[in-house]
């Protein structure tokens, strides 16, 4: 088959340290490629793939700070993407909700939406409008709207990338890996740290939307003996952190149970469900 896959083009493909999405895109699309089928990736330039690569911008939009209008980008990518559509057998979109106008219009090829994302209470009306387009769903619990979902797939990992861990480490510690951001919960992380006495290392990017949250919420509640932040870390540092855990939070955002449980029960985690 003939296939295109359309990644977010804030982070590369597959990302250095954070990005979920772009992991996902990748291990994907490469797979594909071995498989035999020919796939373009439609990504930020500085991706690294086995398809053929197409770019509007050389590298990842985060890298940038000129930039500031990251619509203005996706948009090209989509034009770029549906003005080719005849080329391919199916188009498959990891960006939400920006490629559903095009999709709905272009008939000569079928789109597929993979929902990385939750539902707002703003992107639900935009979904519902486009509801009869296919849409795989990465969690039963995701699906919270009506639509033409067409089946569930989990995220996949690839399992010799996650060592197995037996034994925690000495002495034991909980481990929080995410962006610092509300609705990830990380202030809830702390506090149940705080109520149990337990040591806690957390590691993830702050965006700048987040950083008067992190900076207010997070900062002042770190001792660097208790309350430990590792920063923005690398695979090799997550799957070290997440090995050695005795416990691993899964506090507020539910779409992070279909990435991070599986990552981390390859590790051999217990899991505080908080």
Known sequence: MKIAQVAPL?????????????????????????RGHEVTLFASGDSQTLAY??????????????????????????SQVYQ?????????????????????????????????????????????YHKKQPYISISNSQRQIDLNYIDTVYNGIELADYPFVAQPSEPPYLAFLGRFSP????????????QSGWRLKMAGKVDVQDSKFF??????????????????????????????????????YNRMVAFMLPKSTFNQ???YLA
């Open 183 to 194: 609705e990830k919960g990380p202030q809830h992380a702390i506090a149940i740290a705080k």
């Open 10 to 34: 804030w982070e590369r493909v597959p990302p250095p340290n954070y990005g979920g999405i772009e992991l996902v895109v990748s291990r994907l699309t490469d797979e594909l490629v071995r």
């Open 215 to 252: 900076e207010q919420e997070i900062a002042p509640l770190i001792d660097d003996q208790q309350i430990e932040y590792l920063g923005e870390i690398n695979h090799a540092q997550k799957t070290e952190l997440l090995g050695n855990a005795a416990k691993l939070f899964k506090t507020a």
């Open 269 to 271: 985690l217990l899991f």
């Open 84 to 128: 080719s559509a005849a080329q391919f057998d199916i188009i498959h979109s990891h960006v939400g909700i920006s490629a559903l106008p095009l999709a709905s219009l272009i008939t000569t090829t079928s789109t597929v939406h993979t929902l990385h994302n939750d539902f707002t209470t703003g992107n639900r009306h935009v979904f519902s």
């Open 53 to 78: 690569l197409q770019a509007v911008y050389p590298q990842a939009l985060r890298l940038d700070p000129n930039i500031k209008e990251y619509a203005v980008y996706e948009m090209l990518e989509l």
